[in-house]
């Protein structure tokens, strides 16, 4: 589950689901390529610090806690120990550096064998592929109140009274359901369908935003859920209507709703990351209904 004040925490995350939702022989063969047990020390940017040790090694399982003695109860000893910050670890996530270049710079600490440190990103790449092939995990109760049944047709429109976020879902339509080179550009560079349920004054609701190459005008924004529509969500995004609203108004930013709570995400949790960069896309004043 997410830690507060480590975005990073969502790397582990990931990494944790797909190891319990692997059959026990698919667990095997994933343990059996990298051969290794990662134990991790991250520094938040406010100095504090949380582990995690990752057995790839033996059984695959992912334990964690807030000192070094905690993380490691119950696993194998660890072959190589990172200590790394928080910010440097989702940008070696994202692709965006590499552990080498990060240990060159000092930026990232190594003990034990170097050259597992190098597998790193190829390991993250990995399992990031693995957690969109796989269902996402049990949704806590308190998220999912109040949603439809997969059973059910939709029957809503885009804009649901009472529901602000709609119109920011509407927004989105306009602005790349009649620019096809506009659309075809957003859709290349974020590469999902997301599923976002919004908690508002009638219980949550749901809509589809597909966000997937090839996507029409017709299939981008979609009211129900991603089953109901025959869609396979990368995320689904739970938080409220007015946090919803603020997200796209910039008033509140992906990471402190995640970090403080109030966005909760199943499924690829690092997806959840570039759907800001989609509402910093269209945003502007968000008119109330």
């Known amino acids: 589950m997410p830690i507060a ?12 689901h797909v190891l319990s939702a692997l059959s026990a022989e698919d667990r095997k063969k994933e343990v059996n390529k990298t051969k290794a047990v990662y134990a991790f020390e991250v520094t938040n940017a406010g100095g504090k610090k949380h582990y995690f040790v990752v057995d790839l090694k033996q059984v695959g399982k992912v334990t964690d ?20 910050s928080d910010e440097t670890f989702i940008k070696i996530s994202e692709g965006k550096t590499t552990a080498a270049g990060e240990f ?26 693995l957690a969109e092939t796989l269902p996402p995990p049990s949704p806590a109760a308190a998220a999912t109140t109040d949603i439809a049944s997969a059973s059910e047709a939709p029957t809503q429109e885009i804009v ?24 075809e550009a957003i859709l290349k560079k974020t590469n999902a369908i997301f599923q976002i349920d919004l908690n508002g004054p009638e219980g949550a609701k749901s809509w589809v935003l597909n966000l997937k190459p ?12 991603a089953a109901q529509n025959k869609k396979t969500a990368g995320a689904t995004l739970i938080l409220s209507d007015a946090d919803f609203v603020d997200l796209a108004s910039g008033k509140l930013t992906g990471q402190s709703a995640f970090m403080g709570g109030k966005l909760k995400s199943k499924g690829n949790i690092m997806l959840a990351l570039k759907l800001e960069s989609v509402l910093k896309a269209v945003k502007g004043p968000v008119a109330k209904l």
């Open 65 to 84: 806690g807030a000192t070094e003695a905690e993380a490691a109860q119950g696993q194998p000893k660890p072959d190589i120990s990172i200590a790394i």
């Open 5 to 16: 004040d480590f975005t990073s925490s969502a790397i582990i995350d990931q990494l944790t």
């Open 160 to 183: 649901v009274k009472g529901y602000n976020g709609s119109l920011v879902l509407a927004q989105i339509l306009k602005a790349f359901g009649s620019d096809d080179a506009k659309r």
């Open 214 to 225: 090839g996507a029409t005008a017709s299939d981008l924004v979609l009211p129900g859920t």
């Open 104 to 129: 060159m710079s000092g930026k990232v600490k190594i003990k034990g064998n170097m050259m597992l440190g190098m597998k790193l990103e190829p390991i993250l790449k990995r399992f990031k592929s």
